[in-house]
């Protein structure tokens, strides 16, 4: 292709990529298509000869659009937000471009060092302890991975490393297999499902560890598990406390798990990857007190701050513990300039692939674009979004709220499980609206997210209209149904009698905004 059909392409992408978030609210945001719908629109075998850029235009309406669940909808208020933005993507094209492969300083300079400063900058604005920082006079700094998930792993296999040497220079006469094998590590059960599958590739058992009845893990919950297993003859080896939980946005207590683990010697990493966005406003702060005691500190940009996926900002205490982990020296990827200045890093050595693309020039372009103010602006809006939502759900009697935290509204039918569960299933079946469900100390609830920057007031009251409305159908069908069912005469729903009674044991946790006081 020659630069002029690239020139006129690239326009027409340009304009198709504005059209689409200028009318993304008017696209259904649940694709209806089934299963295997592409494998007969699409030939099983590649073409022999190209074709023109304007056919495959064209099936990418026809064929592919069809098929896309719209992430960026203001419909979409399922799991978290995923970043977007046109600085992003712009950001995004160019590193495209460019192509750098910025696994070392040398192969690409200006890719090393302005992750480097980006990353310092963001540190700042969330109010880090300068020991996270690559400027620090530390061996501490930030790099940027693709996911939580990914930063999450990263650290347990560097604790991992690091518990294996501790104990091997104390019991020199235990192998590497011997002491591997007795490492464990602890997190809540509300955590992520990446933290348990960080256990699974890690080798290492993960205890998920019964969080609190506002879904927390704290001091006394830890510390019980951390006995329990060095009578057992194992070693506490890596703790992941989480900051915005992602069923109901709960805070792990940073200020009672910390001081455990420093003195046990156990990394400590917190997975902050939703909620921490939320810290680029200093009157949420005081939600991560305590990080002062943690080893390393992760927070998706892609999910709250319009940074397209995937950048994922981690920083650490102490990256020679990367290093050590993680360094394989070949010929051919020597330099001249390898040093151990953490403002000269070989950033190779501080992730699990070889090659890493320059995924700092969109997290710089967001960052100079809407400046700190933008996006505190930003987060602002989606709370009060979220407050909206929350208040909506208040005035209406059939239903109760669970939990508001930052952008995320839990909400319920008042009842058995099974009129929660009917409400979701017939909302899903409408396709309107995308939402998904959690539990809450066995009371299922149904998450409602602010997730696409494009939300507005009129999209939080087109939701909560599709809810009521489906909500009158539940009514009108349990209004239906006899009155002896619950005694279990029939089989129509509910079978089970306790479906049939409120729940009244677990405790409602609201939590208004999660602002002081």
């Known amino acids: 292709m020659d630069s002029k059909a690239f020139r006129e392409w690239g326009k027409t992408v340009i304009d198709y990529i504005a059209d689409y978030n200028d009318n993304i609210r008017d696209r259904p945001v649940l694709s209806t298509v089934k299963p295997g719908y592409l494998y007969e629109l699409i030939p099983s075998e590649a073409p022999v000869k190209g074709e023109d850029w304007k056919t495959v235009m064209a099936d990418l309406d026809n064929k592919i659009m069809p098929g896309i669940t719209h992430w960026n909808s203001p419909q979409f208020h399922a799991f978290f937000p995923t970043g977007n933005s046109y600085p992003a993507i712009m950001g995004d094209m160019l590193c495209n471009a460019i192509g750098s492969i910025g696994f070392s300083w040398m192969t690409s300079p200006a890719c090393t060092e302005l992750e480097v400063q980006v990353m310092n900058w963001f540190g700042k604005i969330l109010d880090l302890p300068k020991e996270f920082l690559n400027e620090s006079k530390g061996p501490g700094g930030g790099v940027i991975q693709g996911s939580a998930s990914e930063a999450t792993f990263v650290c347990l296999l560097a604790a991992k490393d690091r518990t294996t040497k501790r104990i091997k220079a104390l019991h020199p006469e235990m192998t590497d297999g011997e002491i591997k094998a007795k490492l464990v590590a602890y997190t809540s059960d509300q955590s992520n499902s990446s933290v348990e599958k960080a256990g699974l590739l890690g080798s290492m058992p993960m205890r998920m560890l019964k969080a609190d009845k506002s879904g927390r893990m704290t001091g006394f919950i830890l510390s019980e598990a951390i006995a329990e297993d060095v009578a057992r003859g194992l070693i506490p080896c890596y703790v992941v406390a989480t900051l915005g939980t992602t069923g109901i946005c709960a805070f792990d207590n940073l200020e009672e798990l910390g001081p455990i683990c420093n003195e046990n010697k156990i990394w400590l990493h917190v997975d902050a990857a939703y909620a921490g ?23 998706n940009l892609h999910k709250w701050l ?35 200045d953490p403002q000269v890093p070989d950033y190779r050595h501080w992730q699990i692939p070889l ?22 602006a930003h987060i602002k809006k989606q709370v009060h979004l979220a407050d909206m939502f929350g208040k909506f759900v208040n005035q209406d009697p059939r239903f109760e709220v669970t939990t508001v935290a930052m952008g995320l509204v839990c909400f ?38 602010v997730c ?28 239906m149904v006899p009155t002896n069912i619950c005694n279990g005469l029939t089989g129509a729903w509910p079978k089970d009698k306790v479906d049939c009674e409120e729940l009244t044991t677990a405790t409602p946790i609201v939590v208004k905004s999660l602002t002081k006081g």
């Open 277 to 299: 966005a939320a810290f680029v406003l200093p009157e949420y702060r005081y939600l991560m007190a305590g990080v002062q005691f943690a080893d390393s500190f992760d927070v």
């Open 412 to 449: 319920r039918l008042k009842g058995d499980n099974a009129l929660t569960k009917n409400l979701y299933e017939r909302l899903m079946a409408s396709g309107q609206i995308y939402l998904v469900t959690a539990t809450v100390q066995k009371r299922l609830v149904i998450r409602f997210v």
């Open 452 to 479: 696409s920057r494009l939300t507005e007031e009129i999209d939080v009251q087109f939701a909560w209209n599709e809810i009521r409305t489906q909500a009158d159908r539940v009514k009108s069908e349990r209004d």
């Open 355 to 376: 090659g890493r693309r320059f995924r700092s020039l969109k997290m710089w372009f967001v960052l100079r674009i809407y400046g700190v103010e933008g996006l505190q």
């Open 306 to 340: 319009l940074v397209n996926f995937d950048c994922s900002a981690l920083w650490v205490k102490n990256s020679t513990y990367l290093v050590d982990a993680f360094n394989v020296e070949r010929v051919y990827l020597k330099h001249s300039y390898q040093s151990q």
